[in-house]
């Protein structure tokens, strides 16, 4: 069941009103680029993968106060500290005097790789928070697309084993939970259409090219290319098991599970529903907001509502 004060905390939430003339889910999901602010002043480290034979990119953001607390965000598929979410959380987070920083997965942020990431790599999530534990001690995480369903798998999985995290609280903003579902919807019409394109362009050059092997979906590349880089059978296989949504009902953490019903990734008929989350998770599944868009406002919008959501969600976790 979900969190039996979920109310109380959704009522301290400003509405999202997204602008009359922003309708649907692909448009609210592509015009959130459009609003793309210039990225804070981050500051570069490239510290080492789980593996200890890679690096990867964390840009940081630093407080004044070394005691403030850190906010770590797990960026989607090809995103990084760039990303439209990103820069509007970062924002939020040096507004507030919080440090903050965006942990990239192997072979993002510029740095190249040989080990792909996925959407299951709940290893590299645990070892990326390890490190940061070491040296901030109070830590939230944001999970977003592709890194809030590892993000939400790794917690479901701490929680089923009973071992301790260093997370106080996080939150998943459109998670595609139901990775078989998103799998579906993203092989059909307008999904296909309008982001396969965009997805490809920048993951085929990380894998060996194939000849004659033909990568028309981002079905073909996971049955081709991740499914077998990680030891998953095929697509169906590595959907199956490295979905988070099996996992919620683990989950021991306070996680704020943040999905626009009209999301065109994983649509609101497949999202979780109260019965199947820990009394620790906190649904949030506003009507509008596409993918990773959720702009608010009037006339051209702004991209504050999703940031101020998440940090209102870990202040009243703090205060409780």
Same mark, same amino acid.
């Given at each position: 069941?979900?969190?039996?004060?979920? +109310?109380?905390?959704?009522?301290? %939430?400003?509405? %999202?009103?997204?602008?009359?003339?922003?309708?649907?889910?692909?448009l609210?999901?592509?015009? !959130?680029?459009?609003?793309?602010?210039?990225?804070?002043?981050?500051?570069?480290?490239?510290?080492?993968?789980? $593996?200890?034979?890679?690096?990867?990119?964390?840009?940081?953001?630093?407080?004044?106060? +070394?005691? +403030?607390?850190?906010?770590?965000?797990?960026?989607?598929?090809?995103?990084?500290?760039? $990303?439209?979410?990103?820069?509007?959380?970062?924002?939020?987070?040096?507004?507030?005097?919080?440090?903050?920083?965006?942990a990239?997965?192997?072979?993002?942020?510029?740095?190249?790789?040989?080990?792909?990431?996925?959407?299951?790599?709940?290893?590299?999530?645990?070892?990326?928070?390890?490190?940061?534990?070491?040296?901030? /001690?109070?830590?939230? *995480?944001?999970?977003? $697309?592709?890194?809030?369903?590892?993000? !939400?798998?790794?917690? &479901?999985?701490?929680?089923?084993?009973?071992?301790s995290?260093?997370?106080?609280?996080? +939150? *998943?903003?459109?998670?595609?939970?139901?990775?078989?579902?998103?799998? #579906?919807?993203?092989?059909?019409?307008?999904?296909?259409?309008?982001?396969?394109?965009?997805?490809?362009?920048?993951?085929?050059?990380k894998?060996?090219?194939?000849?004659?092997?033909?990568? #028309?979906?981002l079905?073909?590349?996971d049955? !081709?290319?991740?499914?077998?880089?990680?030891?998953?059978?095929?697509?169906?296989?590595?959907?199956? /098991?490295?979905?988070?949504?099996?996992?919620?009902?683990?989950? *021991?953490?306070?996680?704020?599970? %943040?999905?626009?019903?009209?999301?065109p990734?994983?649509?609101? #008929?497949?999202?979780?529903?109260?019965?199947?989350?820990?009394?620790?998770?906190?649904?949030?599944?506003?009507?509008?907001?596409?993918?990773? &868009?959720?702009?608010? &406002?009037?006339?051209? &919008?702004?991209?504050?509502?999703?940031?101020? *959501?998440?940090?209102?969600?870990?202040?009243?976790?703090q205060?409780?």
């Amino acid at each position: 069941m979900a969190a039996p004060d979920s +109310a109380a905390f959704l009522r301290q %939430l400003p509405p %999202l009103h997204s602008p009359l003339w922003l309708a649907g889910g692909n448009l609210q999901t592509l015009y !959130a680029k459009l609003l793309q602010s210039p990225p804070p002043a981050y500051r570069r480290e490239l510290l080492p993968d789980s $593996s200890g034979r890679e690096r990867a990119a964390y840009d940081f953001i630093d407080a004044d106060d +070394a005691d +403030a607390p850190l906010v770590v965000l797990f960026h989607g598929l090809e995103g990084g500290s760039g $990303s439209h979410y990103a820069v509007a959380l970062m924002q939020e987070v040096a507004a507030r005097g919080w440090h903050g920083v965006v942990a990239h997965f192997r072979s993002c942020g510029g740095v190249p790789a040989q080990k792909m990431y996925h959407s299951g790599d709940t290893p590299e999530v645990a070892h990326m928070l390890s490190l940061l534990a070491g040296r901030y /001690r109070r830590i939230y *995480a944001v999970g977003v $697309s592709l890194g809030g369903n590892v993000l !939400a798998k790794y917690l &479901g999985e701490q929680g089923r084993l009973r071992q301790s995290t260093p997370l106080l609280a996080a +939150a *998943a903003v459109s998670a595609p939970l139901d990775l078989p579902a998103a799998g #579906r919807t993203l092989e059909h019409g307008l999904p296909r259409l309008l982001y396969t394109r965009y997805f490809l362009s920048t993951l085929m050059p990380k894998v060996p090219h194939q000849p004659g092997l033909r990568i #028309r979906s981002l079905a073909d590349f996971d049955n !081709a290319y991740t499914a077998p880089l990680n030891g998953f059978a095929d697509k169906d296989d590595y959907y199956q /098991r490295a979905a988070a949504k099996p996992w919620l009902p683990d989950i *021991a953490t306070p996680t704020l599970l %943040l999905n626009a019903r009209n999301d065109p990734f994983l649509p609101g #008929r497949f999202l979780p529903q109260e019965h199947e989350v820990s009394d620790s998770v906190y649904l949030l599944q506003p009507a509008n907001g596409g993918h990773v &868009g959720f702009v608010s &406002g009037h006339g051209r &919008g702004h991209l504050r509502w999703m940031p101020q *959501a998440v940090l209102s969600f870990f202040d009243w976790q703090q205060k409780r």
